[in-house]
């Protein structure tokens, strides 16, 4: 269905087509593709760069399964036109762990059964890696009692509401919790 | 999606004029709603203009304003505002709105500007099999008897009853922010309880932006006691869904008297809903649970329910007094 979905919005027609040359940084290489300005950057990336481990799930902002970083920063790629992308530092799952070592985010999720089917894995992943930075940037969440304080713990509870963006239909949240707060404390321990 | 053409505006003067210069053209932002009403051929603009890379000025584009205030610019991410020291220090219940909205992603992509401007919605908006005054004016309203558990209970109309989605301009119109704008005319400052709109006979119309008006920048005006400030949403999930109600508040007493109160609710109207009503009630009166009790008693007077959200209007009456309880506790009743 998604690539259906996606193949609909290449072909649907609404005004002549008018293809752009645009220039994004993937994974630290210079990709040149020609793409109308509608393409958004889930679909340059699977459709044009064949980069098909960032997944379509709902392709409209609720799921979390295309989340990729940008600069370093969690974003959707389905909510993103890749026009607006020019020049930033797109990180997909392909990009991580590149020279055949797992990233410690993946590794994690590997020991602790963080997934079942698989195909909300390359968002959560991604969305981890975004959300220890921010943690790590003293950002505060929904959970967290005193916004104005500087110090406070990665719990569990802060955890689930910090990761609520990205949903697993298989029901794998306890090996995915697991993973993230592993992986955490080794790389605070480190 | 329908094809359009896109352009990147480097300054605001130049946003203003490629606006001005293309027919059905919209400013994009974030795009985290654009994008989304636009895959769903709800929005069918010919041309965007980005501006989300506008230049954010000086320390990130939040800085401090010689009153003490703090001016937040435009492009500047959801994200970086809850972030930031001074919102956090000064404005919790800013921080701690934005928090409760949209998931870590989505508050990492959508911009300040970008988020006063998503549109009030609800699901009968989106399915284009339903009748929507505010998708096709004059085309009727379905939720009004259909199923209308997220809908309004203040202010509504004949012809929508759809609520205002965001959560930040919940505590912006508790906090008396002010937008500014940038258009061919010049530039303006709005009120933000003036700037969203309540449905009347146009729903379609849902701010006072002319629709070649630039948002540049929301000042936060000083407000002391906003330190003693808070947000609570109720949801029907722990975390990313939309507001059945919130409530944004602020509280200060001196020896028990209430000499300081803000108080604004999400969920249960077209826009942001300022409680002056409530907040009328109880200045000068005691900061206690009666006092509570009778300002959620005067603001929620006027609320009707359709039918499946009848609850909220004693939800709300129930989170406004749970919320200043908690302020008063907290400080507010020094």
Redo the contacts between chains.
């Keep these: 269905m998604a690539e259906v979905n996606s193949v609909i919005?290449r072909w649907?027609?609404?005004?002549?087509?008018?293809a752009?040359e645009i220039v994004l940084q993937i994974n630290g290489a210079t990709r040149t593709l020609r793409i109308?300005?509608?393409v958004?950057l889930l679909d340059a990336l699977r459709e044009y760069l064949g980069l098909t481990g960032t997944k379509k799930g709902c392709?409209?902002?609720a799921c979390?399964a295309c989340?990729v970083l940008a600069g370093g920063?969690?974003?959707?790629s389905c909510?993103?036109?890749a026009?607006?992308y020019e020049g930033a530092q797109i990180t997909t799952i392909e990009g991580l762990g590149p020279d055949g070592v797992l990233d410690p985010i993946q590794a994690a999720f590997v020991e602790q059964d963080g997934f079942q089917c698989g195909y909300c894995t390359p968002g959560q992943i991604c969305?981890a890696i975004?959300?220890i930075r921010?943690f790590q940037?003293?950002?505060?969440?929904?959970v967290?009692p005193?916004?104005?304080a500087d110090a406070r713990e990665l719990s569990d509870e802060e955890i689930?509401?910090?990761?609520?963006?990205?949903l697993c239909r298989c029901g794998a949240y306890v090996g995915i919790c697991d993973a993230i707060r592993k992986a955490f404390k080794s790389e605070v321990a480190q | 999606?329908?094809?359009?053409?896109?352009s990147?505006a480097e300054t605001v003067e130049s946003a203003v004029i490629l606006i001005a210069r293309q027919a059905n053209a919209k400013f994009?932002g974030g795009?985290?709603n654009l994008?989304?009403l636009?895959?769903?051929n709800i929005e069918?603009p010919?041309a965007?203009i980005?501006i989300?890379r506008l230049p954010s000025g000086s320390s990130g584009g939040i800085r401090e304003l010689p009153d003490g205030g703090i001016s937040i610019d435009a492009a500047v991410r959801n994200?970086a505002v809850?972030?930031n020291p001074l919102v956090?220090?000064r404005y919790?219940v800013l921080?701690?709105s934005i928090?409760?909205g949209?998931?870590?992603?989505?508050r990492?992509?959508a911009t300040t500007g970008g988020n006063l401007m998503q549109r009030t919605r609800c699901y009968y908006f989106y399915d284009k099999a339903s009748r929507c005054n505010k998708r096709t004016p004059g085309s009727g309203c379905d939720a009004i008897g259909g199923f209308n558990r997220m809908h309004a209970i203040l202010g509504a109309s004949e012809h929508c009853i759809a609520t205002h989605p965001s959560d930040m301009c919940v505590a912006l119109s508790a906090l008396d922010a002010i937008v500014h704008v940038e258009g061919p005319g010049g530039k303006r400052a709005i009120p933000i309880n003036n700037f969203h709109r309540l449905p009347g006979a146009t729903p379609q119309v849902e701010t006072n932006l002319a629709p070649d008006e630039l948002i540049t920048a929301i000042h936060l005006p000083t407000l002391a006691f906003a330190?003693n400030s808070r947000y609570r949403?109720i949801r029907d999930r722990?975390?990313?869904a939309f507001a059945l109600v919130s409530v944004a508040a602020a509280l200060e007493a001196k020896d028990g008297t209430i000499s300081g109160v803000r108080l604004a609710l999400g969920g249960v109207a077209h826009k942001p809903w300022r409680a002056y009503n409530a907040e009328n009630t109880m200045l000068g009166a005691k900061a206690d649970r009666q006092t509570f009790e009778r300002a959620a008693e005067a603001e929620l007077s006027d609320a009707r329910g359709y039918g499946h959200n009848d609850f909220k209007m004693e939800l709300a009456k129930r989170t406004i007094v749970s919320v200043l309880n908690d302020l008063a506790q907290a400080g507010g009743a020094r």
Excluded: C, H, W
């Design positions: 919005d649907e027609t609404g005004s002549p087509s008018s752009v109308e300005p509608r958004s392709n409209q902002g979390g989340t920063e969690r974003i959707l909510l993103a036109l026009m607006q969305s975004g959300m921010e940037d003293g950002m505060p969440s929904a967290t005193d916004v104005s689930k509401e910090r990761m609520s963006g990205n | 999606m329908k094809n359009f053409a896109y990147r994009l795009g985290t994008v989304d636009m895959r769903e069918r010919d965007l980005d989300s994200s809850a972030n956090r220090e919790p921080s701690q928090l409760f949209a998931s870590g992603q989505i990492n992509m330190r949403k722990a975390s990313y």
